[in-house]
């Protein structure tokens, strides 16, 4: 196998390892954007990224992101953009499996901080 | 419909519409990253991004991304990501779906310009 070869990342085989939910790991970095995978079940907490966007991309399940005005439906292929600086908190009922892209070094719990935040992960 | 489940868009439905192959259109930018689809088939043009890498992840198909120190093989769920300034040229035996990630503003043919270039359309 090349060097280069050895660069590629599976998602498939990233979610392989990461096994429990609310565990960001990071798959690859592009420019200033981190690309992490994450599992997703039962409910978060109530948070703003005050510096950065964040992208979810579902894989599977279906995810509701609360925000302060509607909830926000996604199912299996579908992409929502937080904008920075607006209060979300993600649901799932059941297990989802999610790609996200926000800044390099943000946080899961932003702003809210406490003992959901988790330090996100090398693959 | 919320007004925030308008903003949700769909990956599958995206490469209902973009049918031809070499023509990206965006799916949504996070803080200054465009992602966009694209359907890939034959062989590009050798280029380069001076001012931003460029992310691939492969939705369908098999993606052969040569480089001038060796080809990078990516299939169904793999991401390799193209640092800023490394020359690359995309072959698509067969029809290949994929996602960009690259900085807002990057065009497809980078820095070789010429009649492959397509400036890349909203969906």
Redesign the interface.
């Known amino acids: 196998m ?4 050895r ?7 990233a979610f392989d390892v990461v096994t429990e939910p609310w565990q960001p790991h990071r ?7 981190d ?1 992490k995978v994450v599992r997703l079940l039962g409910e978060f907490v109530w948070h703003t990224h005050p510096d ?4 979810f ?1 579902v894989r599977s399940g279906t995810l509701v992101i609360q ?1 302060r ?6 199912g299996p ?5 937080i904008p ?1 600086g607006v209060e979300h908190c993600p649901i799932a009922r059941e297990e989802v499996e999610a790609v996200l ?3 390099v070094g943000t946080l899961n719990t932003g702003d809210a901080g406490g003992d959901r935040t988790f330090e996100a992960r090398e693959l």
């Open positions: 090349s060097d280069t070869q660069d590629v990342r599976s998602i498939p085989a798959l690859a970095t592009v420019n200033d954007a690309v950065t966007d964040e992208l991309l925000l005005d509607g909830d926000v439906t996604l292929g579908d992409v929502y953009v920075a892209i926000e800044r």
